[in-house]
């Protein structure tokens, strides 16, 4: 009775204990392999459309290659880097494949935290080294120009627009435009009533959000980050009549709630017409066809060169996300293997097939641009996008000599804490809680005292 | 201090604490035998929290990027001297303050409305009071990506909806109101939590004094203002404390809304010290702020432990 | 000990509507003091849950139809997002988080019962001490202990686990369990307890044969509690582990592909919350008096 229940009782917790404690043991980390000699990776990617597609389509790969397992962590970019960068640091082994954008590259490279692959990459000749675009082959290479990343995808910066409404405001709008005709285009085709914003721009702060289009910017009205002596640049005239220009734009013409949305939110703006141009990636080109709201909108979508300045300096920037293999990986055979599908032409044609041509990874390779299926389908952009990435010029991206490299942003591993200190303040520009001069003195100092203490002044 | 729970609890100074079953004075044999059932827990919860603890003191003692060349090296006082100096974390102290306060006083002021409304007996009332408390259980992560799409956006969401359809213009809440914004929805999470212990608490208000007041003359203010609010105090003190406590550490609802933008108009000192350690990577320097927080969230909330404190030494054994 | 109050009589005021005074005789403006409470109970009641009950009405939505500006309240619904959710690989991290909030609550109840034993039927000296500590540890911002967590749990190999995650779980719900249990044995007639003692029984006996019985709705209701906080923890899930995560994490997978989200969020965010917001349903009242030790009388 009474007398028997705690025994009972403590039974019972102690045989749930063992059973769960069992169980426990049997879910531990994804690393290790499994039965009869499969092996897991991990791979971290970002969670960009193409990237998502890549996923869906694992099971090729799988089949390709019995006896590997591929799991994904997808996350948002600005939530990939620090997730990776902790990892890759700290050497906790979690991934076997990170996805990393061209800035980080040349950063991991030099800390060893990733694998360099060339050797990989000549072993593998149907891998096709050869067929990577040029500009964007050197920006995922080392400082000696060996491979260390696969390039996923290769992009620039343009401008995509609406062209029934840029003719029913009565505009034009250039294959070159310069930044004061797009602004006059942004009044023209602001249409408060219907909910259409002239013109959407990233706001959203984070060094690789809003901070990547207002480089862009800051370099094509003639300012720069630093000057050849490492004297930070934010107060100067040029760079001051920049930011001011971007956030009047925005703040006047620009989408709602501004300083919340990034590209994210701008490609769901667009594609749902609530836009009517929309500045960023040339690899949301598909994206936005692909996703428009109906078949109006996606007809009428066209492309133009990244706008100019007064400096007259070509604009677009220079991106690619590359897939690379940890130094703390357990199999990186199995990494490049997985690598090598992602970023092979026959992944291309297949995402094409598969997931629609507006999909497949572009930039990457000359050959995507030869395949005839392609071309018609991505024949508004394709060619503008190629022009855009051989313009831009990642070594001399400004009209003054600069001490550093990089077109949308500052290739030094400080930039991280920089850039999101500044893209911040900016933010509170765009929002209104501060004036733009105020978020650049600010921007200024604390910019100027990490520079400092990195010890770059001269 | 002059709480009283218990209405015959002796203010003793020394009171050794409860009085269980035997009387006689404790051998050491007994003493050790008592402490034998908690130190299990004890030795856990030591290990999983001092030993943290000591890291992040002494790591805030070392320069340590994980970023820059080099390995960590003492720098000492450096990363102190370093938070002191930082306009960001100042302004993180007080959105810390703004946050944690606005949303604590607003679950008060709204949990005891919304308490004694419920604490009325009126057809369907389990019904209400079970809806009433959801949002204090449904998963936060889920919640707040909701609200940020369906919720905060102007042009989709509801409360742009329903400005519009008032003629208002609607408000760019995540850009232009983030504070406001974090504090709606946390105070719509946490408002139950408040809500539970105020009814508790008028439901065990003492039937014969406000009968008496009743009697002479007092009206339904009167009444609540004598008899109910000062017995309530105690409740409020605890549900306060507990609020207090679980919103200092609000991180999740930060990252997802708003990212701690803009211009780290929404980052508290919790979101901050994570930032500056997963993004920034200077994990000397986090560990400095952490440190700090610590002691600034003991001075803050020291008062509410003597309170704590108080209850637990005067209560009893029924 | 909180009772039902069955008695009509308004307690306090705070009704928009007040009784009008003179003119009325009492029971009609006790009438309508009663008919104000209740509207102002269903009012607030229904406004609290209101947003809940939007998400679930969006999860059924396609996601051209919730993206409208205007809330639609008529439309066709769909499964397809339910059913995207169960095609997006959820079955692991279910069963982890399973895993997680089952066991931790379980080393939780299993420590937390003979530790508030001891803080309580048969005290040690200066218990206050002991519970002190147990609270204080709650006052530590999380963020700050995280960097040493995750570099012990590199060095150790436990990122990426279940395991860390089920320690960490305990670290965070032992105080909580530790302070509604020993409210619970508060609660228990002292009578009850010299009685046995005079008897003749031991300790061993007194705990398991008496307490132990009757503490039964409390530890129900303190496992309650600290799975419903388990399930719903995210910021070590986050930090400490990537693929081999909690629901909370997810989540993140539908974190903006850079298409409309909001349905999916929806169905998502329904699907996690449905076990815990019944645990919560079930645990409510004994909640409170859990979180009260005791104290009113």
Request: charged share 15%; hydrophobic share 50%; net charge negative.
């Amino acid at each position: 009775m009474a007398h028997s229940n705690w025994k009972k009782g403590l039974a019972a917790l102690g045989v749930a204990g063992l059973a769960a404690g069992a169980l426990a043991g049997c879910s531990t980390s994804s690393n290790e392999n499994g039965e009869g000699g499969d092996v897991t990776i991990t791979v971290a990617l970002a969670a960009n459309p193409q990237m998502q597609t890549a996923e869906s389509l694992i099971a090729d790969f799988e089949d390709k290659n019995p006896g590997i397992k591929v799991k994904f962590t997808v996350l948002p970019e600005n939530e990939l880097r620090p997730a990776v960068t902790k990892d890759v640091s700290t050497n906790a082994g979690q991934y076997d494949v990170a996805m990393i954008g061209s800035y980080e590259v040349p950063i991991w490279a030099e800390r060893g935290w990733i694998v360099p692959l060339d050797e990989y990459a000549s072993a593998d000749t149907a891998w096709d080294e050869a067929d990577l675009t040029e500009p964007i082959k050197n920006i995922v290479s080392d400082k000696d120009g060996k491979l260390v990343a696969a390039p996923f995808y290769g992009s620039s910066s343009f401008l995509m627009y609406r062209k029934d409404l840029a003719e029913a405001a009565g505009v034009t709008i250039p294959e070159k435009p310069t930044w004061d005709e797009i602004r006059a285009a942004a009044e023209a085709m602001d249409d408060d009533a219907n909910n259409v914003a002239g013109i959407c721009l990233r706001g959203l702060p984070g060094w690789g959000q809003n901070l990547a289009a207002i480089t862009t910017v800051i370099n094509t009205f003639g300012g720069q980050w630093f000057d050849e002596s490492w004297n930070t640049k934010l107060t100067s005239p040029e760079t001051k009549e920049a930011v001011q220009f971007y956030v009047d734009l925005l703040r006047d013409y620009g989408q709602p709630d501004a300083a919340a949305q990034g590209w994210e939110g701008c490609l769901q703006s667009f594609s749902q017409g609530q836009s009517a141009m929309w500045y960023d990636d040339t690899v949301f080109a598909g994206s936005a066809i692909d996703q428009a709201a109906t078949p109006e909108i996606a007809d009428n979508i066209a492309f133009a060169m990244a706008p100019t300045g007064p400096a007259d300096i070509a604009s677009g920037w220079l991106w690619s996300w590359g897939l690379s293999i940890t130094k703390s990986s357990k199999n990186p055979d199995a990494a490049w293997k997985f690598i090598s599908w992602a970023t092979s032409k026959d992944y291309i044609k297949l995402a094409g097939e598969e997931a629609g041509w507006d999909a497949i990874p572009p930039g990457s390779r000359k050959s995507t641009y030869d395949i005839p299926e392609y071309q018609d389908a991505a024949a508004r952009y394709a060619d503008l996008t190629l022009a855009s990435i051989e313009a831009a010029n990642p070594l001399q991206p400004t009209k003054n000599p600069v001490p550093y490299s990089g077109v949308q942003y500052v290739q030094i591993p400080e930039f991280v804490e920089i850039g999101d200190y500044v893209s911040q303040q900016i933010a509170g520009a765009i929002s209104g809680s501060q004036t733009v001069d105020q978020a650049l003195e600010d921007s200024q100092s604390y910019t100027s005292k990490v520079i400092a203490d990195a010890g770059y002044a001269q | 201090m002059s709480t009283t729970l218990a209405s015959q609890a002796d203010e003793t100074t020394e009171v050794v604490g409860i009085e269980p079953i035997a009387s006689p004075p404790m051998t050491r044999a007994e003493k050790w035998k008592r402490r034998g059932p908690l130190l299990p827990a004890l030795v856990f919860t030591l290990l999983l929290t001092q030993i943290p603890f000591l890291l992040t003191l002494i790591f805030s003692f070392q320069r340590w990027r994980l970023l820059g060349a080099g390995e960590a090296e003492f720098n000492w006082g450096q990363n102190y001297v370093n938070v002191v100096q930082d306009g960001v974390f100042w302004r993180s102290v007080l959105n810390t303050v703004v946050m944690t306060g606005g949303t604590t006083i607003a679950c008060l002021v709204l949990g005891l409305l919304i308490a004694i409304f419920l604490n009325h007996a009126f057809p369907g009332r389990g019904l209400a009071r079970t809806l009433a408390i959801t949002p204090f259980f449904v998963m936060p992560v889920a919640v707040t990506l909701f609200w940020k799409s369906a919720m905060f956006d102007p042009s989709f969401g509801l409360f742009g909806f329903i400005s519009k359809s008032l003629g208002l213009p609607a408000v760019s809440w995540l850009s232009e109101q983030p504070m406001a914004a974090l504090i709606i929805l946390l105070t719509w999470r946490f408002v139950p939590f408040a809500m539970l212990i105020l009814i508790a608490g008028l439901q065990s208000a003492p039937q014969d004094q406000l009968e008496a007041a009743q009697m002479d003359g007092a009206g339904l203010i009167g009444r609540f203002r004598h008899v109910t609010l000062p017995h309530l105090r105690p409740f409020i003190e605890l549900a306060a404390l507990l609020l207090a406590m679980n919103l200092i550490q609000t991180f999740g609802e930060i990252a997802l809304l708003t990212a701690g933008g803009p211009a780290y108009a929404t980052t508290n000192i919790t979101y901050y010290v994570y930032l500056t350690a997963f993004n920034s990577f200077d994990f000397g320097q986090a560990s400095a702020l952490g440190i700090v927080a610590l002691i600034l969230t003991i001075a803050l909330i020291l008062p509410m432990l003597r309170l704590l404190s108080g209850i637990f030494k005067t209560e009893g054994r029924r | 000990m909180s009772t039902e109050l069955t008695q009509t009589s308004v307690l306090v005021t705070g009704s928009r509507r007040k009784a009008r005074r003179g003119g009325q005789p009492r029971s009609a403006r006790k009438r309508w003091a009663s008919v104000g409470m209740a509207t102002g109970a269903w009012v607030s009641s229904l406004v609290l849950f209101f947003p809940i009950a939007y998400m679930v009405l969006k999860s059924f939505q396609t996601e051209q139809v919730a993206a409208s500006a205007v809330p639609q309240l008529i439309f066709a619904p769909t499964f397809e997002h339910y059913i995207e959710a169960f095609d997006s690989g959820i079955w692991p991290f279910v069963i982890n988080s399973f895993l997680v909030t089952a066991i931790s609550t379980l080393v939780v109840i299993a420590l937390a019962l003979p530790a508030a034993w001891a803080l309580s039927v048969r005290a040690i000296q200066n218990p206050q001490d002991s519970l002190f500590f147990f609270i204080s540890t709650k006052m530590m911002p999380i963020a700050a202990g995280i960097i040493p967590v995750y570099v012990v749990a590199s060095q150790l190999g436990l990122l990426n686990t279940t395991a860390i995650l089920i320690i960490m779980h305990l670290g965070m719900n032992l105080p909580l369990g530790i302070w509604m249990l020993r409210s619970f044995m508060q609660e228990i007639p002292g009578e009850i307890l010299e009685a046995a003692a005079v008897d003749g029984a031991s300790s061993w006996r007194i705990g398991f044969s008496i307490v132990l019985p009757l503490m039964r709705p409390g530890i129900a209701s303190t496992a309650l509690l600290c799975a419903v906080f388990s399930w719903n923890e995210y910021f070590y899930a986050a930090n400490l582990t990537t693929t081999n995560s909690t629901l909370p994490l997810f989540l993140q997978k539908f974190l903006s592909f850079g298409e409309l989200y909001t349905a999916q969020v929806a169905a998502v965010a329904t699907l996690v919350s449905i076990p815990v917001i019944i645990a919560g349903w079930i645990a409510q009242k004994s909640l409170v008096r859990g979180l009260l030790f005791g104290a009113v009388k």
